[in-house]
C-alpha cells in the first residue's frame, strides 16, 4: 500500500489563508506587509524563484519590489542597494537572491541585511539566535520542512530524526528546528559511513543533498516519515527530488512529492516571516 502523500500546496494555501486574514488586520491600521527582493544576474532558477515571490506578495497584498540588477553589478553598489532598502520604512523584509556573482562576496551582502529584515534567516545574528532557542526569524524552507511534519499530526518529541545533508541554507537549521521540537537529531553527509545503517533507524527522514532519487527504499525505515528537500532538474526536463519517491512510498509513512511537497512551503514561510517583521518593525509583535 502506498504511502499517504503529504500535500505541501495545500498546506501552503491553508497557511496563506490565515496570512491574508492578518493583512487585512494590519490594514485598518494602515500598515502594508513590504518585501524587497534583489535578483542580480540572469540565473534562470533564481528569475523563476523571484517571479514566484512577486506573485505570492501580490496574492496576499503585500507591497513588493524587486530590483533586477545586471551580473556586473560590483559588491559597493549591491551594498549601496542593501543600505537604502534598510532605511525605506515601507520595506519590512529584504531577499538577496543567491547565488551572487563570484565578484560579490555572499557573506557581506546578507551581514548587510538589518537583522530585522533578514527573511531568509541568513543573518548570523538570526543563526545564532536559532542555536539558542531564542526568538528569531527562521530559515523559509526548515521552517517549511517542520510545518509539513506537524500537519501530518505525528508527533516530533523522542523520535530519531535523521537527516541528509548539512547545508547552512536547509540541512543544519531544520536539525535544531528539531531539536526544538524535541527529537533525537542525527546528521549525515558525504562523508558519513554507515549511512544507510543510520537513515534506516529513522522515524523521521529529512532529505537535503541535491541528487536526483538517490536515496531508495532500501534507506528507509517502515512507516517513517520522508521530508524530500530536493529539487533536481533531469536530463528529460523533468523535476526529481533526493528521494526516489516511486520506490520510497511503498515502504515509508507520509512523504513529501517533488513538485508539490516542500516547494511551495519555502514561499509562504518567506511571506509569514515578512508579515512578522512588518509586525515587529511597527511594534505590533
Known amino acids: 500500500m502506498s504511502a499517504p502523500v503529504i500535500n505541501g500546496k495545500q498546506v501552503s494555501e491553508e497557511i496563506r489563508g490565515g496570512l491574508r486574514g492578518e493583512v487585512e488586520r494590519l490594514a485598518k491600521q494602515g500598515i502594508t506587509p513590504g518585501l524587497a527582493v534583489v535578483l542580480v544576474g540572469e540565473d534562470p532558477a533564481s528569475q523563476v524563484y523571484v517571479r514566484n515571490k512577486e506573485k505570492a506578495c501580490q496574492d496576499l497584498g503585500y507591497y513588493s519590489e524587486v530590483h533586477r540588477l545586471p551580473a556586473s553589478t ?39 541585511i538589518s537583522v530585522e529584515k533578514d527573511v531568509d534567516g541568513f543573518h548570523p545574528v538570526n543563526v545564532g539566535n536559532l542555536v539558542i532557542g531564542d526568538d528569531s526569524l527562521l530559515p523559509c524552507t526548515p521552517a517549511g520542512v517542520i510545518e509539513l511534519i506537524k500537519r501530518t499530526g505525528i508527533e516530533m518529541a523522542g523520535k530519531h530524526a535523521v537527516v541528509i545533508g548539512r547545508s547552512n541554507i536547509v540541512g543544519k537549521p531544520v536539525s535544531l528546528l528539531l531539536q526544538r521540537e524535541h527529537a533525537t537529531v542525527t546528521m549525515c553527509h558525504s562523508r558519513t559511513a554507515n549511512m544507510k545503517e543510520l537513515t534506516a533507524q529513522a522515524d523521521i527522514l529529512v532529505v537535503a543533498i541535491g ?75
Open 74 to 112: 560590483t559588491e559597493k553598489e549591491l551594498l549601496a542597494l542593501v543600505d537604502k532598502l534598510n532605511g525605506q520604512t515601507n520595506i519590512h523584509g529584504i531577499l538577496v537572491q543567491l547565488p551572487l556573482p563570484k565578484q560579490i562576496n555572499e557573506k557581506a551582502i546578507i551581514d548587510a
Open 211 to 285: 541528487k536526483a532519487n538517490f536515496v531508495d527504499a532500501s534507506y528507509v525505515k517502515p512507516g517513517a516519515v520522508v521530508i524530500d528537500v530536493g529539487m533536481n532538474r533531469l536530463d528529460n526536463g523533468k523535476l526529481a527530488g533526493d528521494v526516489d519517491y516511486e520506490s520510497v512510498k511503498e515502504v515509508s509513512g507520509p512523504i513529501t512529492p517533488v513538485p508539490g511537497g516542500v516547494g511551495p512551503m519555502t514561499i509562504t514561510m518567506l511571506m509569514q516571516n515578512t508579515l512578522i517583521a512588518a509586525k515587529r518593525l511597527n511594534g505590533l509583535a
